[in-house]
């Protein structure tokens, strides 16, 4: 474990580095670790490294961004976390019902803890709750939603959270925010560019133009159907016919009316982040 981590510290930024000793530091006052992970990405999008790290700890999964995800396919993801000890959720942090569910499974979750300290009559103090995740995957949401008033900064890029913040909730419960982790897949690139295309890798590592592939691929064998219809695509999913039906009904145009591939490539690009084309699962179902 050592060793691997080690090895990748050429590849992480200076700050992920700096996180990940944070985390393991601050671990070791924590009661429960609430990960966050993306639902169009539930495997890719969670940090194998964490996992490792908090194998003893209370563990809360919440699938982020459910407005965003194919609800067809998330239960047996759903179901192979359960397997593994965690506690799921499936939420829009946007949504007041869902961050309520949160903050509830904390509590609940946390009880044993609490019950453990009362039985010792000690004082039973707030629990510790630490929230984890890769970039983007709304950790500085769910803080500003439990906290109800913006704390820590949003955005809907990669690594927006630099420093850690310790938050008081109420008096159950203390948040630490920690800055995003991303675990590098070297040897998948795959895996690298769909975390890409869910915003949680920064852009300049990926040329656009395999970006733009690997978002036409996805949507083309899994999605084919809301594509076409999206972009109001006649005839076959070739390449050519993708780019020159999305320029032309778009009017993404150069100088001389032909269609201009970058700008294609920027609309494309966008909407799948935004999540505007479809919902969807890109990593699959086989375990
Ligand atoms: N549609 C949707 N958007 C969400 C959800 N949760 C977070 N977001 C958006 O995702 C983007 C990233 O959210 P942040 O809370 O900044 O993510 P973070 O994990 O703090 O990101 P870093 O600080 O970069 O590590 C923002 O644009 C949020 O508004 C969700 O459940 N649904
Ligand atoms: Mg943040």
Redesign the pocket.
């Known amino acids: 474990m050592a060793n691997t981590i080690k090895n990748t510290q050429n590849w992480f930024p200076g700050h992920m580095v700096k996180a990940l000793r944070e985390i393991k530091e601050r671990l070791k006052i924590v009661d429960i670790v609430v990960e966050?992970i993306d639902s169009r990405l539930p495997i890719s999008s969670k940090n194998p490294f964490l996992s490792q790290l908090i194998e003893n700890k209370i563990k809360i999964l919440v699938f982020?961004?459910?407005?965003?995800t194919d609800l067809n396919k998330i239960s047996y993801f759903e179901t192979y976390y359960k397997n593994q000890g965690y506690k799921t959720l499936i939420?829009?942090?946007?949504?007041p019902q869902?961050i309520k569910k949160i903050s509830s499974l904390i509590v609940e979750s946390g009880q044993p803890i609490r019950d453990k300290l009362k039985a010792k009559g000690m004082k039973i103090r707030p629990l510790r709750v630490m929230i984890v995740?890769?970039?983007?995957?709304?950790?500085?949401?769910?803080?500003?939603r439990l906290v109800n008033k913006k704390v820590?900064?949003?955005?809907?890029?990669?690594?927006?959270?630099v420093s850690q913040q310790f938050v008081r909730i109420n008096d159950k419960f203390d948040l630490i925010?920690t800055?995003?982790i991303l675990m590098p897949h070297y040897e998948d690139r795959e895996t690298m560019l769909h975390i890409s295309l869910i915003?949680?890798l920064k852009q300049d590592i990926i040329s656009k133009d395999d970006l733009f592939l690997e978002a036409i691929k996805v949507l083309t064998e899994k999605y084919p159907d809301e594509f076409r219809n999206f972009y109001s695509i006649v005839g076959d999913l070739s390449y050519e016919n993708i780019v020159s039906s999305i320029g032309n009904r778009r009017k993404l145009f150069e100088k001389e009316n032909n269609v201009s591939l970058e700008k294609v490539q920027d609309v494309l690009l966008k909407e799948f982040r935004d999540?505007t084309i479809c919902k969807m699962v890109i990593d699959d179902a086989r375990l």
């Open positions: 966050l982020t961004k459910k407005d965003l939420c829009d942090l946007n949504n869902d995740g890769i970039p983007n995957v709304g950790k500085s949401t769910l803080i500003n820590s900064k949003v955005q809907n890029r990669p690594g927006q959270t925010d800055p995003g915003n949680s999540g």
